[in-house]
C-alpha cells in the first residue's frame, strides 16, 4: 500500500519551460491538495480537489494549473517555469479526522 | 483567517534534553490541531494530534495538549534522542470548506549526542 506517490522526486527547468507533476493516492480519498514549502513560510496551499472533476484555487495558485484525472489522480502544471517556483511541492490527502497524508514530495529547481 | 506561529528554530539540544516547541493558532470555530514531523529528504507525517480542547496528543514520547483558553498546543518531550532531529509543524484544520490544513513555519529541531 503506497498510500501517496509523487513523480519526479527531482526536477531541474530552465525559466520558461513546461513540466507537470504528478501525484497519485490509493487510499481511496475524494480530496487532494497540492502545496508548497519554502525555508521560513511552512507549506502553503497552491490548489485542492474535493472530489473527482473539482479543482478550486488555494492561498498561492498563480502560475499554475491542476487537473483532477479521475479519484486516484491529481497533477500540478507549470505552464511556464520561473525562478519564483523554485521549491518542494507536496502533493497531500486528507483522512477521516482531516490528517492529511503526504507524498514524498518534488524538488524543483527553476534557473 | 486561520493562522499558526511557531518558535523560530533552530532549537539546538543535548541528548536527553527536555523539548518544548511553542505553538500558538488563530481561527474560527473549534479547529483540530496537529503536529507534523519531516525528516530529512521525506515528506511530512502525523507525529499527534489532539480534536478539541483540554485534549493530549502523544506519541513516541511527544506530547501537546489543546488549550483553548491560550489557543496554544505545545509540542513537548521529557528527553529528546539523537533520531528526533527533524522539522516539526504545528497545523490546524476547522473542517469547514476544503478542509486543507494550514501550517506554521516549522521549527528545526537539532539534537547532539
Known amino acids: 500500500n503506497a498510500g501517496v506517490t509523487q513523480t519526479p522526486k527531482f526536477q531541474v527547468l530552465k525559466t520558461g519551460q513546461s513540466m507537470t507533476l504528478q501525484c497519485a493516492q490509493d487510499m481511496n480519498h475524494n480530496s487532494m491538495y497540492w502545496y508548497r514549502q519554502d525555508p521560513g513560510m511552512g507549506l502553503r496551499l497552491i490548489y485542492y480537489?474535493?472530489?473527482?472533476?473539482?479543482?478550486d484555487k488555494g492561498e498561492v495558485p498563480n502560475g499554475y494549473n491542476v487537473s483532477r484525472l479521475n479519484k486516484r489522480e491529481f497533477s500540478l502544471r507549470l505552464e511556464s517555469a520561473a525562478p519564483s517556483q523554485t521549491s518542494v511541492y507536496f502533493c497531500?490527502?486528507?483522512?477521516?479526522?482531516?490528517?492529511?497524508?503526504f507524498g514524498q514530495g518534488t524538488r524543483l529547481t527553476v534557473v | 483567517g486561520n493562522s499558526v506561529t511557531q518558535m523560530e528554530g533552530p532549537v539546538t539540544l543535548s541528548e536527553e534534553a527536555f523539548l518544548t516547541i511553542n505553538c500558538t493558532y488563530t481561527?474560527?470555530?473549534?479547529?483540530?490541531l496537529f503536529w507534523y514531523v519531516q525528516y530529512p529528504g521525506e515528506g511530512l507525517q502525523l507525529l499527534l494530534k489532539a480534536t478539541k480542547a483540554d485534549d493530549k496528543g502523544s506519541n513516541k514520547g511527544f506530547e501537546a495538549t489543546y488549550r483553548k483558553e491560550t489557543t496554544s498546543f505545545h509540542l513537548e518531550k521529557g528527553s529528546v534522542q539523537v533520531s528526533d532531529s527533524a522539522v516539526y509543524f504545528c497545523?490546524?484544520?476547522?473542517?469547514?470548506?476544503?478542509?486543507?490544513?494550514?501550517f506554521g513555519s516549522g521549527t528545526r529541531l537539532q539534537v547532539q549526542p
Open positions: 497531500a490527502t486528507p483522512g477521516q479526522n482531516t490528517e492529511a497524508f
Open positions: 481561527a474560527t470555530g473549534y479547529p483540530s
Open positions: 480537489s474535493a472530489s473527482e472533476g473539482t479543482t
Open positions: 497545523a490546524l484544520s476547522d473542517y469547514t470548506g476544503r478542509r486543507a490544513l494550514t
